[in-house]
């Protein structure tokens, strides 16, 4: 692993260096990785899915040229698979060796067994003893208030105790990223341990640049008309607006239709790839979307 | 970790940046949101680590730290801006006012506090003679309320003490069990189903040979429950037993979720955590703007759908919707948002004290939309109903094979409550 670069010294080269990775970054957001990454605390992301929340801790493991460590977290997540766990077929494997060798007593088997090589390190104990990571804790939402309450500790000291290995510190902290859907509020002790980042939508013009960067097979005319219309429908009142990653994936779908302007024909096609659900899809589908295409052409 | 810049702590070397900072988060903290000292200190640290001249940036870093929910975010924008035009502090006040009417729905307690804060405030400040005041347009938010809702604040002291106070204890004896459903995490368990291969070498190692094998089994925890209880004037009386009930379930247990609705829908799971009854009571009584009004089933329902059930319906959740059905709107849409909600859900309990009527029918249009599709149907209107709901959720969850069809029980039902 090549040593990690430097963290940017101000807003304007955090902005720059995320621009380099090609994510577009609104001023604000770059202010709070900036701080992120100089005060050394977690960066705690929260918004609508699909505005990119994930994509920035990739985009900075990227640019910092550390290891990007992920953990995807789900109801009932536990230490086992979240910090570390013993490899027991090894270590039973260990045992027989030594009792057909007929090595010693408990203790010296004891010594033997519990070594750093039969530890499995899953991602917590990977960001803190492996390279310098990003580690990224994505959907915290997801997880149970247990884990939530577990992840407090190690996020305050960035350290592990092994009860048989004893205690493993980071040498050099991971940054740390923080996701949540909100599908379930997350508790105030972890919000107040880190940096907090509403992930909004972003305006058209960034839109535009995004798409450009994201989905390039999409014209500048297609690009332009598909972000009026997106930003249009997220000013409706869906179940679910579409994110950014949906207006890349229409962009793109738009593209691989051979669409080279929105007509009402092809939106109704292709508008599985932006609404997810069927009572915004019966919406917005037909006329509205006919209503919809000629202000984006207009607005475009 | 970056040591702290010098500088901060010492005031004068920093210039007036740090004092300004511990002057903003006071401000916030009477504006109600939860800034502690720590933050304070990480403040001064973020504005350490940007350039504390580009007004932007400056706002952007302060959010960081001091505004921890996308809903705070409001309140944070309005007393930067007044601070930071006129942090003398002599507009502050004015600003109060301001954020204050902003956050009326969200957090009862914290906006008598600023209110009181408020008046000190006056207290002491001389009347300061100024040029004409500005209108702000962003400062002008206070909530207006459509005038045929019915704005009634309740008063709790209202109900018969004596019958009150026994129904109120036996509800504190009450014990709420859900059926529970099991986690992905295990427990040691001697009669367990499956190996503990890391428990069991352990054990051996610790004895020097492999006497017995260690076990685990699943965990299991109840699900999360959610209660959606009309609050309109043909429950009033039963929505002031249940809220008691409600309380003493949200006080016993993690993950309870309770919204009231009458033609508008509060969430009032916040104020419903605090352990004395009266203090909940009167924080809900003025968090909710609708007592005793009519009802939009569907409209509040909708609300749910949309803004609530994707962040409380997790985990397999329970719901419990504590309604009589009579809908002002005739029952519009509700069917399609019943629909949704029990789809969303693991269990829809329908709770509706109509049903001690002897010969009740499921003759209102709102009734006739919602029954087909709920998981049980059960009567709401007295302490054996009650302590009857209690065993049912310990059960598990009847089967969902097509949908529900009520049928009247042939015994008799209980006659109407003897005291009107």
Avoid at chain 2, 47 to 61: C, E, F, G, K, Q
């Amino acid at each position: 692993m090549t040593e990690p670069t430097a963290f940017p010294a101000d807003v304007d080269a955090t902005g720059a260096m995320l621009a380099a990775h090609d994510y577009v970054a609104g001023r604000d957001l770059a202010t709070a990785v900036l701080l992120a990454l100089k005060l050394g605390r977690p960066l705690f992301l929260e918004g609508e899915a699909g505005v990119g929340k994930t994509e920035i801790a990739k985009v900075l493991a990227r640019a910092l040229g550390r290891t990007l460590v992920r953990l995807q977290c789900y109801d009932g997540l536990d230490a086992a698979a979240a910090l570390y766990e013993w490899d027991f077929p090894r270590q039973m494997m260990e045992i027989r060796l030594s009792e057909a060798t007929g090595a010693a007593g408990r203790d010296v088997l004891a010594a033997a067994i519990y070594q750093r090589k039969f530890l499995i390190a899953r991602p917590l104990l990977a960001a803190i003893d492996g390279p310098p990571a990003v580690l990224l804790i994505d959907e915290l939402d997801r997880a149970d208030e247990p884990f939530e309450a577990f992840l407090l500790e190690l996020l305050s000291d960035f350290q592990v105790t092994i009860p048989e290995l004893g205690t493993i510190r980071a040498v050099r902290p991971p940054v740390v990223v923080i996701t949540s859907n909100r599908t379930r509020e997350v508790h105030d002790a972890l919000r107040r341990r880190c940096l907090y980042h509403w992930v909004d939508f972003p305006n058209a013009a960034s839109e535009r640049k995004i798409l450009s960067l994201k989905a390039p097979g999409c014209g500048e005319a297609l690009s332009a008309q598909v972000v009026a219309f997106v930003q249009r429908l997220r000013g409706m009142d869906l179940f679910k607006a579409p994110g950014v990653a949906e207006s890349i994936d229409w962009a793109m779908a738009l593209s691989h239709l051979d669409a080279h302007e929105l007509t009402p024909a092809v939106v109704d096609q292709s508008l599985g790839a932006l609404l997810k659900y069927q009572d915004d899809i019966a919406r917005i589908r037909g006329e509205q979307a006919a209503q919809l295409v000629a202000e984006a052409k207009e607005a475009a | 970790m970056i040591p702290i810049d010098a500088s901060l702590a010492d005031p004068e070397a920093g210039g007036k940046l740090p004092l300004n900072v511990m002057h903003f988060t006071r401000l916030l903290r009477r504006a109600g949101l939860p800034v502690g000292p720590g933050q304070a200190v990480a403040a001064a640290q973020a504005l350490s680590a940007i350039d504390a001249t580009n007004r932007t940036d400056v706002r952007a870093a302060l959010a960081t730290v001091l505004a921890q929910r996308h809903e705070q975010r409001e309140v944070f924008d309005a007393a930067f801006d007044v601070f930071w035009r006129d942090p003398t502090g002599t507009e502050i006040a004015r600003a109060m006012a301001a954020i204050d009417g902003m956050r009326r729905q969200e957090d009862a307690k914290a906006r008598a506090a600023s209110r009181r804060i408020l008046e000190a405030m006056a207290g002491n400040q001389a009347p300061r003679p100024r040029e004409a005041p500005e209108p702000d347009q962003q400062l002008d938010m206070t909530l207006t309320f459509s005038a045929d809702e019915q704005l009634r604040e309740m008063d709790f002291e209202a109900m018969s003490a004596a019958e009150i106070a026994n129904a109120r204890a036996a509800i504190r004896r009450m014990r709420l069990v859900l059926e529970e459903t099991p986690t992905r995490r295990f427990r040691p368990a001697p009669n367990g189903h499956r190996w503990d291969a890391p428990a069991t070498l352990r054990r051996a190692l610790k004895r020097g040979e492999l006497l017995e094998i260690a076990r685990k089994r699943r965990r299991t925890r109840p699900p999360p429950l959610v209660a959606l209880c009309d609050i309109s004037g043909s429950m009033t009386r039963y929505a002031q037993i249940l809220l008691h009930f409600l309380h003493a379930v949200a006080n016993a247990r993690s993950r309870v979720h309770v919204f009231l609705f009458g033609t508008r829908l509060t969430n009032i799971t916040r104020q419903l955590r605090n352990r004395d009854p009266e203090v909940a009571f009167e924080l809900v009584g003025r968090a909710v703007p609708d007592w005793s009004g009519g009802t939009r089933i569907g409209e509040a329902l909708a609300g749910f759908n949309h803004h609530w059930a994707r962040r409380v319906l997790g985990q397999g959740a329970v719901v419990l919707l504590i309604t009589d059905g009579l809908d002002r709107d005739g029952g519009r849409d509700l069917s399609h948002q019943m629909e949704r909600l029990k789809k969303s859900c693991r269990r829809l309990v329908w709770l509706n004290p109509l049903l001690r009527y002897e010969g009740f029918a499921p003759k209102s249009l709102g009734i006739r939309a919602m029954l087909p599709f709920v998981d049980e149907f059960r009567p709401v209107h007295n302490l054996n109903s009650l302590a009857d709901l209690a065993e049912l959720l310990s059960k598990p969850a009847p089967p969902r094979d097509g949908s529900f069809a009520w049928t009247p029980p042939q015994a008799p039902q209980q006659s109407p409550p003897q005291a009107a």
